[in-house]
């Protein structure tokens, strides 16, 4: 079976933006490819955070991973500060990776610009983010779009890599992204990419009430000033949402009410919130119970570290060997 890696940061709630762009895909894949999913903590102490929720985080993430259909026992879920050959991989590849590509970074660039001192690490982090893809030599990355320019980088470390240690026998596969139909999910301040760090989502375990108190003031046409004036669903968020929540008749329905002034926003978000809170009742359940057992999901997660790290000291074994370095004696 070929092989998947996708990563997701422990930075804060997984929301329907992760879900719908990566987490939905990342649980069809199951099937058909041999899966590995990570929580990328490493990731997410580059950007400033509380050491003190870190860990809870972490283990949430996982539960929220399980909850949404990921089987331990086809996929191997683990957390990546468990498997120290991520780093050890990311400073080998540091020494192939261009630096002036690592400056174009769009999401290094959007990040820091939030930030009054820019620490190294969030440079670095396209870098360890190919370590990670890499050391399962993984073939295929279900990602959102805002990774593809990483996971070009990703490539392009592969190749240089190759090139200098490989010869003929490219032993690191370049990966392909795996895309959804929702590769961009916009926020509900209508603006940006909805993301964990800028409070423009709606988690997947928030209750019903939670996600009416998110929609209601979400962002929609800014030309429909007033209840009477018709809008134009295209360009409202909301309309991008009930594309991927509600039936095929909603959707009609919805947009012909939008263009024809027949339902003002706050209907039309009525209708969605049924429709997301509908979708996520099974999930938020699911993680309501796992959050019960924390012993056991401590134990899926020891478990996916073991069978990662066999595999992740394969890779790193034969990559220090083709680089040249002395091996240690066993023993
Ligand atoms: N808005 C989005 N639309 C579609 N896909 C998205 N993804 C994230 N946001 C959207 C995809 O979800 C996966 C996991 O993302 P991540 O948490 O590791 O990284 P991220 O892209 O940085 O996510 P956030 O929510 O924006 O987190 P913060 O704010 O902490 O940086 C990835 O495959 C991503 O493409």
Redo the contacts with the bound molecule.
């Keep these: 079976m070929r092989r998947v890696f996708?990563?997701?940061?422990p930075?804060?709630e997984?929301?329907i933006?992760?879900?719908?762009?990566?987490?939905q895909n990342w649980v069809a894949l199951q099937d058909r490819y041999d899966c590995h999913y990570c929580i990328?903590d490493l990731?997410?102490v580059t950007?400033p955070y509380d050491s003190t929720i870190l860990a809870e985080r972490t283990r949430e993430m996982v539960m929220s991973l399980l909850a949404c259909g990921i089987d331990p026992q086809r996929s191997i879920v683990f957390v990546q500060s468990h498997v120290p050959e991520h780093t050890e991989l990311q400073w080998l590849l540091t020494t192939v990776a261009p630096l002036g590509e690592l400056e174009r970074m769009t999401?290094f660039k959007d990040?820091s610009q939030r930030l009054e001192s820019v620490p190294a690490g969030l440079f670095a982090y396209p870098v360890l983010q190919a370590a990670d893809i890499l050391l399962y030599r993984a073939e295929a990355?279900?990602?959102?779009?805002?990774?593809l320019q990483h996971l070009e980088l990703t490539r392009e470390v592969a190749r240089r890599w190759n090139a200098q240690f490989a010869g003929d026998d490219p032993f690191l596969p370049e990966p392909q992204a795996l895309l959804?139909t929702?590769?961009?999910?916009?926020?509900l301040d209508g603006q940006a990419?909805?993301?964990?760090?800028?409070g423009n989502?709606i988690g997947l375990t928030d209750p019903p009430e939670d996600i009416w108190g998110k929609l209601r003031p979400a962002v929609t046409d800014p030309a429909r000033v007033t209840r009477k004036d018709p809008g134009t669903p295209e360009v409202c968020n909301i309309f991008d949402l009930h594309k991927h929540f509600s039936s095929p008749d909603t959707v009609e329905l919805v947009a012909g009410n939008c263009r024809s002034a027949g339902w003002g926003c706050l209907d039309c978000k009525r209708v969605l919130a049924d429709r997301i809170s509908e979708t996520l009742t099974p999930i938020r359940e699911r993680f309501t119970t796992l959050r019960e057992s924390p012993a056991e999901v401590d134990e899926i997660i020891g478990e996916g570290a073991d069978r990662a790290q066999r595999l992740a000291r394969e890779t790193l074994k034969e990559v220090k060997s083709r680089m040249g370095f002395l091996p240690r004696k066993e023993g």
Aim: aromatic fraction near 4%.
């Design positions: 996708s990563g997701v940061q930075s804060g997984l929301h933006g992760n879900w719908l762009g990566a987490v990328v990731h997410a950007f999401q990040k990355v279900p990602v959102g779009e805002d990774q959804t929702a590769k961009r999910i916009v926020g990419k909805m993301s964990k760090s800028l989502t």
